[in-house]
């Protein structure tokens, strides 16, 4: 009677312990926020404004109508100062909804991008001019993080 009595003390203990710890992982003060996908470029000397061309054109025409099928939230362009010659000094940012959204759409880009630009081989054609004015250094995705306490 004794060692049951303990059985089920220790049960509703462990019990106990698992819900507070349950508790505390969902009362987190932060909460993830939305998906970005960044280039780091490098626009070579003397092409700045060839590439802030291609920007304003076509990249800026394919950025608003994904916002307009809602394929993405927003876009941004930012420039910094290189630290090195071969430090990169423009970022292009694409914001997404989350992971799961960015990635169910890359079927639908793929079209927009081919009603946009054109098909594969003129795709590839574009990428080869654009590498004549500029260098992609790498690419990021990252989470924003909120941090305020989910509602």
Not at 106 to 117: F, G
Request: hydrophobic share 40%; charged share 30%.
């Amino acid at each position: 009677m004794k060692s049951k009595r303990i059985l089920i003390g220790a049960l509703v203990l462990s019990l106990l312990f698992l819900c507070v710890s349950v508790l505390a992982q969902v009362n987190r003060s932060y909460r993830n926020g939305s998906v970005w996908s960044i280039a780091f470029i490098k626009v070579k000397p003397g092409m700045q404004e060839a590439y802030m061309n291609y920007l304003t054109g076509q990249w800026k025409a394919t950025q608003e109508a994904s916002k307009k099928e809602k394929l993405i939230l927003s876009y941004k362009v930012l420039t910094t100062e290189a630290h090195d010659s071969d430090d990169w000094n423009m970022l292009l940012l694409t914001e997404y909804k989350d992971l799961a959204t960015m990635e169910a759409n890359e079927p639908k880009e793929d079209v927009l991008a081919q009603r946009m630009v054109g098909d594969d081989q003129k795709q590839i054609q574009g990428y080869k001019e654009r590498s004549e004015i500029r260098e992609v250094r790498g690419t990021r995705l990252a989470r924003e993080i909120i941090l305020e306490p989910r509602q």
